[in-house]
C-alpha cells in the first residue's frame, strides 16, 4: 500500500530533473498562456505564476519531505502545514473575514480526519513517513477543494437566489432553514467532480495512487486496491466536509465578503 517509489527497475518509468523536463515544462506552459490568449480566457498571468510557483515549493516539499520521511513525527508536522495551507487557500478563495478562517478549517478537518484515522490506524496504510504524507496529502487536497466548491456555489446560489430565500422567510421558515432551502441544491454540483473520478476510474483516467504504486514496484492488485481506498476516502471525506461547510453558511458562520456588505434579512 505504499505510495512511494523505489529504486531498481520502476525507477526508468519516472521523469529526471533535467533540461529535456525543463524543456518540456516551459512548452506546456506556453501552450497554456496561448490557449488562454486565443480563448481569452484572462488567465495567463495566473498560469504562468502557478507554473513558478509549483516549480518552486515541489523543489522546497521535495527536500522537506526527504526528511519527514525518516520520522513519523516530522511526517506529522509536515501534514499540519499540508492542513493549514489547506485552510487559509480555502478561506482565500471563499473571501471570508479572517475571524471565520476557524470555522473553514473546521470543515476541511471535519472531512480529511475520519478518513486518515481509519486508513492509518486500521493498519491499511503503514504509519510511517512513506505512508502518513502522501496519503494525507490526497485527502487534505482534494478535501480543500470540496470546501471551496461547496462554498464558492453556496454564496453564489444565496446571492442569486435572495428572493426565494426572502420568500422562505416570508412563509415563517427560521433563516438557518432558509438558507439551507437555498444552499443545498449546490451540493451535488461541488461533489460532482469527485463523484465522477470514482465511476469512471479505470476507464477513463488511472488517477495519481494508481500510478504510483505500480513506479513503486507494487503489483496491479495492490496498486487497485491503494486506489479504490484513495477514491472512497475522497468521497467520503468530500461528502462531510461539504455537509459541514453548507451547514457553517446556512447558520452565517462563514460569510462572504459581498454578503456582509449586504446581508441578508434574518
Known sequence: MLLTLT???????????DLRLAVVLVLLVGI???ASYAGRLGVAREQVTAAVRAVVQLAVVSLVIAAALASVWWSLAFVLLMYGVATLTSARRLDVARRQVVWVGAA?????????VLALGSGVVPFNGAGVIPVAGIV??????ASTLTGRRAFDQLRD?????????????????????????????ALLPG???????????LPG????????????????????????????????????L????????????????????R
Not at 529504486?7 to 530533473?17: L, N, V
Not at 487534505?140 to 477543494?145: E, L, P, Q
Not at 452565517?252 to 441578508?264: C, G, S, W
Open 7 to 17: 529504486t531498481g527497475s520502476a525507477t526508468a518509468a519516472t521523469p529526471d530533473p
Open 32 to 34: 497554456a498562456v496561448a
Open 108 to 116: 476541511v478537518a471535519a472531512g480529511a480526519l475520519p478518513v486518515l
Open 140 to 145: 487534505i487536497g482534494n478535501v480543500m477543494t
Open 161 to 189: 437566489q435572495r428572493g426565494t430565500y426572502e420568500a422562505a422567510l416570508a412563509l415563517g421558515l427560521p433563516g438557518r432553514d432558509a438558507a439551507e432551502l437555498v444552499v443545498r441544491p449546490t451540493a451535488r454540483e
Open 195 to 205: 463523484l465522477d473520478q470514482t465511476r469512471t476510474v479505470g476507464l477513463v483516467t
Open 209 to 244: 495512487a494508481f500510478i504510483g504504486v505500480l513506479l513503486g514496484g507494487g503489483t496491479p492488485l495492490q496498486a487497485g486496491a491503494a486506489q479504490v481506498l484513495v477514491l472512497v476516502g475522497l468521497m467520503a471525506g468530500q461528502a462531510v466536509t461539504c455537509a459541514v
Open 246 to 265: 453548507l451547514r457553517l453558511v446556512a447558520t452565517r458562520r462563514v460569510v462572504r465578503a459581498d454578503l456582509r456588505a449586504h446581508p441578508l434579512p
